[in-house]
């Protein structure tokens, strides 16, 4: 089944759920159809011809455009620089509004050392080869000194002349986008050349641009096979940088940065008079060791294992005060998680923090979470007559604990096509209140105190609790299936189409058969769905 | 009347023309189908959008509910009628609130998104309704992207006819709370971002009108326009290397170079006005929107732009006994599915969506009290209330809460309510969105025959809504 129509399934059984009648929504057409998406991943041993996607040219994010100013400028820059740091799929108006006055604001903070015109098209030189990651052909040299000279004509200094230069090559596309061109191969797919693939390494491996070293590897040949790449690759990982940009994988993963309709971790509503430890610096310490779990697992201990199941956590006192363990010596640092309550990232402060109301934990947001991004179930969009208010239990006294109020709310036959799965995965995680800390026992809506069942299931499996769970995750073909998805999704920049199968495959089978998150990645940035694209046919 | 100032031919020009303007007409003129036509009058537009929709009987379907079963079942929006607007006989969120200005309002019944209604796979949905709303285009969806269009909504029409008259292409508002994407497009389809700090809006709107236009200011604006040249002439030059996706992100891109370009040259020639005394250090959610409304009023009164855009977020206000910081739920909830409180969460709703309300009507009352010629700004302008939704529990896009005010300077008929009911056996009236901004284009003088993609029942204005 494609795509389409397996979305369309899942869209039609969600259709009506939850209190509406099924003819009062059933649509006059399917869904439009989801263009190119990969749903099926082949057999790696099918994989016997090169393939790879169309291309897509990668934006820079704000992370990103930080890295590329200081790479520009030679230098870091102190000031802030108030970017679009939530931009989608194109640049919004804003983003580009905001880039057109931090280019200004840059160029006028600049100390240029250039007084007189011989230094000039050098500078210039200078700048558009850091910027555009290569060396500026000679129409978009001659463009930018014509610019220049416009402005030395007007009567501007040299130096003031250059700072425009400057704002032009901060805002250009050529700065802006990694745009690819390549070299047609006999397969019929492109591919990238080397110094594009080496920004393309960059993006995926350090959340920013080349530096010198990697432009001189490319610009030596070294990544010109896929074995090269990988060395290349390995080495780059090695780099501070990296831990950096997968700590920052893992964040976004979990939904930390917020969402449509989810704050991020830093504002999540929480009830003050319920949580008043819940400080800023508790959620920065949640937020610390988020990243330091992730750094570990994926480069330290090189496991998936690590990810799900670990009891290791960088706590500071705050964290550990939740956690119920004492604070290491110093205040912060590494300690173990006591076995019976935690395991892995899904059971940590952050994940259960956002996935909670103000009140308590929730169940539904926790089980979502599970079932879409760490087992690629897709469940579709709620139907639009969801009730997605708070359970409030007022004036039903038969309702004493969260887990009946979920199945109240959710009981209709139609609710069940989605809360069927739903519901049981969440449930696992009902020890856990609004902010992560532990709970046998819960107080629901002023009824009296009740031990809480974490029991449920998820994928047909039944589990005593989520660390349980956690453990089953650990092992499992599903989660490392969809983490290499979402692999794929962080270093590409982009969802995998069709032609990225086969890298998907390979990653898969080196996950599957060592667990190693890191030889995962290098699978897939070594790949031909990374080195390559697909043309478009010619009209 | 207008009319269009007349430059020297430049290499500015040039690089209009073959990057700028050439990039966003192709889209225009493919899915609207319509070239752009001269002014010949010069109203004012204010299109105000409510996220998150109101309360009414019809669902998704155009079903109309008995008020038993699980929809709320209540008319929140429509005034008694059809016929003459009067002031006892507005619907419970107008009342009181519209009374001042019943002879110069018309309230709409059974105008339909019949794009979205037609091909989103739940007849809306939250995205799908919001980029459709004001483009009635078709939707493009990829993947797990979100939905999008690559045509402008109707005020970019205007906009777009506008510019070269005004200081702001458009002054695009926002009271900022949750939602699901703007509804206001650009040429390409890209959204057009809104200014939700007043300071910023206030800083960015009046704070050219204290300086005098010395030679280092002038010198200031050849400088910026001088690199905005040379990022577009850079996209024009990388465009020709991309294929056919990438190249439609570049235009969407560019299209916004040349948005902050036009806005360059046209401070430079800005009229002198006075900037206005505004406390911008308002508390609370409805205050601080009508601290954006002043900022719109005041910026219309300079005349700094034609086309004036105003979102609402959605947000449960008043009454603080709702536990989640944003709103839309409380649609939901009004359905009422627990039993016990209907009441009590559609006087909620009710109030919510009166207080959000008041915005558009304290927007009217200082137009009106701006005299233009022998009339008033209201008068020569016209302004648009709606949401995406009317059923915001059903996220119905059947019946839209739409209420226009003002004439557009004499051009379009005030005073009724108008009332567009199903017929022989449909669900839904033929009334939609694309008629009715078709009516509106046409009364800003654009010679645009049908607005929109052929999702509709008809082309080509709305019915008993006609510009004269």
Request: aromatic share 6%.
């Amino acid at each position: 089944m494609g795509v389409s129509s397996r979305l369309w399934v899942v869209s039609s059984l969600a259709l009506g759920a939850c209190n509406g009648s099924i003819s009062e929504v059933t649509p006059l057409a399917p869904p439009a159809p989801t263009i190119g998406v990969i749903e099926d991943v082949p057999a790696v041993e099918s994989c016997t011809e090169p393939d790879a996607a169309p291309s897509s040219w990668r934006q820079l994010n704000a992370v990103h455009y930080r890295h590329a100013v200081a790479t520009i400028l030679g230098h870091e820059l102190d000031a802030e620089l108030t970017l679009d740091e939530k931009q989608g799929t194109v640049f919004s108006e804003r983003g580009v509004t905001l880039l057109n006055d931090v280019a200004r604001q840059i160029a006028a903070g600049e100390a240029i050392d250039c007084a007189d015109e011989g230094c000039a098209e050098e500078t210039i030189g200078t700048w558009a080869t850091r910027a555009f990651r290569r060396a500026p052909d000679a129409d978009e040299l001659a463009t930018l000194v014509g610019i220049h000279d416009e402005a030395r004509a007007d009567g501007e200094s040299n130096e003031a002349a250059l700072g425009g230069v400057l704002e032009i090559l901060l805002q250009a596309p050529q700065t802006l986008y990694a745009a690819v061109r390549g070299e047609p191969n006999d397969a019929g797919l492109v591919r990238l050349s080397d110094v594009e693939l080496a920004s393309k390494l960059a993006l995926a491996l350090w959340d920013g641009v080349p530096d010198p070293d990697l432009l001189a590897a490319a610009e030596g040949g070294e990544l010109s096979t896929a074995d090269g790449v990988r060395r290349v690759a390995e080495g780059m990982l090695e780099e501070p940088r990296a831990a950096v940009n997968l700590s920052h994988f893992i964040f976004e993963w979990l939904g930390l940065g917020g969402g449509a309709v989810r704050e991020p971790l830093e504002s999540a509503a929480k009830d003050a008079e319920l949580f008043p430890d819940m400080t800023p610096s508790l959620r920065a310490a949640m937020r610390r060791e988020v990243e330091m779990l992730a750094v570990k697992a994926v480069l330290e201990d090189q496991s998936i294992e690590a990810l799900f199941n670990s009891r290791d956590a960088f706590v500071n006192e705050e964290l550990a005060a939740l956690y119920g363990v004492d604070a290491p010596a110093g205040g912060e640092g590494w300690i173990v998680l006591p076995e019976s309550e935690r395991a892995g990232i899904l059971t940590r402060a952050a994940f259960l923090t956002n996935y909670a109301g103000h009140l308590y934990g929730s169940a539904i947001r926790r089980g979502v979470f599970v079932l879409e991004h760490a087992l690629c179930e897709p469940l579709g969009e709620p139907p639009p007559n969801v009730d997605d208010t708070p359970i409030n239990t007022a004036g039903d006294s038969h309702i004493t604990n969260q887990r009946d109020a979920v199945v109240s709310r959710t009981q209709g036959t139609q609710c069940q096509a989605c809360h069927a799965s739903i519901n049981p995965a969440g449930f696992l995680f009902g020890q856990y209140d609004a902010i992560g800390a532990y709970q046998a026992e819960e107080s629901f809506d002023g009824a009296a105190p009740e031990l809480i069942d974490p029991s449920g299931s998820v994928l047909g499996q039944s589990f005593r609790d989520a660390v349980e769970l956690s453990a089953w995750m650990a092992e499992s073909s599903e989660a490392r299936s969809c983490m290499v998805r979402e692999l794929f999704k962080w270093s590409a920049g982009r969802h995998a189409h069709e032609g990225d199968g086969c890298a998907l495959a390979s990653a898969h089978a080196t996950l599957a058969e060592t667990g190693n998150l890191r030889d995962a990645l290098l699978e897939l940035v070594s790949s031909e769905s990374f080195r390559f694209y697909r043309p478009e046919p010619a009209r | 009347m207008t009319t269009r100032k007349t430059k020297p031919f430049s290499r500015r020009h040039f690089l209009y023309g073959a990057g700028g303007a050439a990039l966003a007409l192709p889209a225009l003129e493919l899915t609207h189908g319509e070239g752009l036509a001269q002014l010949e009058t010069d109203p004012m537009l204010f299109v105000v959008h409510n996220h998150g929709g109101t309360v009414s009987a019809r669902t998704a379907r155009g079903t109309l509910h008995d008020g038993s079963g699980g929809h709320h079942a209540e008319n929140f929006w429509w005034a008694d009628g059809p016929g003459t607007l009067r002031a006892d006989a507005l619907g419970p969120i107008h009342r009181g609130l519209l009374d001042p200005f019943v002879a110069k309002a018309t309230v709409f019944k059974g105008i339909t998104n019949q794009a979205a209604y037609r091909n989103a796979p739940h007849r809306g949905g939250h995205r799908w309704s919001n980029v459709s709303h004001n483009t009635c285009a078709q939707v493009h969806q990829s993947g797990e992207d979100n939905p999008r269009v690559r045509d402008p909504s109707f005020d970019e029409l205007i906009a777009i006819a506008t510019e070269d008259v005004s200081a702001f292409r458009t002054i695009d508002l926002e009271l900022q709370s949750q939602h699901y994407g703007s509804p206001f497009k650009t040429s390409s389809g890209a959204t057009r971002s809104s200014e939700s700090d007043a300071r910023r809006a206030f800083d960015n709107l009046f704070g050219h009108l204290d300086d005098s236009a010395d030679d280092a200011l002038l010198a200031e604006g050849r400088r910026r326009q001088r690199v905005l040249d040379g990022v577009r002439e850079s996209f024009a030059r990388l465009r020709q290397r991309a294929g056919v996706a990438d190249r439609a992100i570049l235009d969407a891109h560019a299209e916004h170079i040349n948005s902050i370009e036009r806005s360059v040259e046209r401070l430079a020639n800005a009229s002198a006005c006075s900037a206005p005394e505004i406390n911008l250090s308002a508390e609370g959610y409805i205050a601080r929107g009508e601290v954006l409304v002043d900022i719109m009023i005041a910026a219309a009164r300079c005349r700094l732009s034609r086309v004036f855009t105003y979102q609402i977020g959605d947000l449960m206000l008043p009454g603080g006994s709702f536990d989640q910081p944003r709103g839309h739920s409380l649609g939901h909830r009004a359905r009422d599915t627990t039993g016990g409180r209907r009441s009590e969460w559609l006087n909620i709703m009710e109030e919510n969506r009166r207080a959000r309300f008041s915005l558009f009507t304290r927007l009217l009352a200082g137009l009106e009290a701006t005299p233009v010629g022998d009339g008033t700004l209201l008068d020569s302008s016209l302004a648009v209330y709606s949401s995406e939704f009317s059923n915001a529990a059903a996220h119905s896009v059947v019946d839209l809460p739409i209420l226009t005010a003002g004439s557009a300077g004499g051009t379009l008929p005030t005073g009724q309510s108008l009332a567009y009911e199903p017929e022989g056996g449909d669900e839904i009236s033929n009334a939609s969105t694309h008629n009715l901004y078709t009516s509106l284009l046409q009364a800003f003088g654009l010679d645009v025959e049908h607005f929109g993609d052929d999702s509709c029942s008809y082309r080509g204005v709305l019915r008993g809504y006609e510009p004269s």
